[in-house]
């Protein structure tokens, strides 16, 4: 078998991008734009809504803005290859095209890809890695 290529993300990194995207993707839409002072009376639906103020999107923001750019260009290309623009073997061609089309809008980019987390997780996968496996570094 040939050896994969390197990335500049760390599986830690990219899996703690993979968590935060789960919990943002399971935002829904704004459904009471109106909503009281008192969440409980509102029964905490603001809660699992998309808000520009929502903390996880906040978080998740900062924290790929604080990538270098080579891990934001991987990350791209990651997940450009979760989502089956390419396989393992044109890595090289997927990250230089990541590269070229890199700016300072990577995370609103990811941010807006459906699926941004099984994307980066099936990426991750063909690198030979898994969240179990960053799991058990953590513990």
């Known amino acids: 078998m040939a050896e994969l290529p390197a990335l500049s993300i760390s599986p830690e990194k990219a899996y703690f ?9 399971v935002k829904d839409g ?5 909503s009281g002072s008192n969440a409980s009376d509102d ?5 699992l809504e998309d808000r520009a103020d929502d903390p996880v999107r906040t978080e998740l923001v900062s924290f790929i803005h ?6 934001q260009i991987d990350l791209v290309a990651l997940a450009w290859l979760g989502r089956g623009d390419g396989d393992i073997e044109n890595w090289d061609e997927l990250r230089t095209e990541a590269a070229r089309a890199h700016n300072k809008r990577t995370a609103a ?5 459906p ?12 690198f030979g890695h898994s969240s179990e496996e960053v799991e058990s570094d953590i513990l």
């Open 30 to 34: 704004v459904t009471d734009p109106e």
């Open 109 to 113: 980019y990811l941010l807006g890809m």
């Open 115 to 126: 699926m941004l987390a099984d994307h980066l997780e099936e990426a991750l996968s063909k």
């Open 43 to 47: 029964g905490m639906r603001s809660v």
């Open 17 to 25: 991008i993979v968590a935060k995207a789960r919990q943002f993707d």
């Open 66 to 71: 604080d990538l270098n750019d080579d891990e």
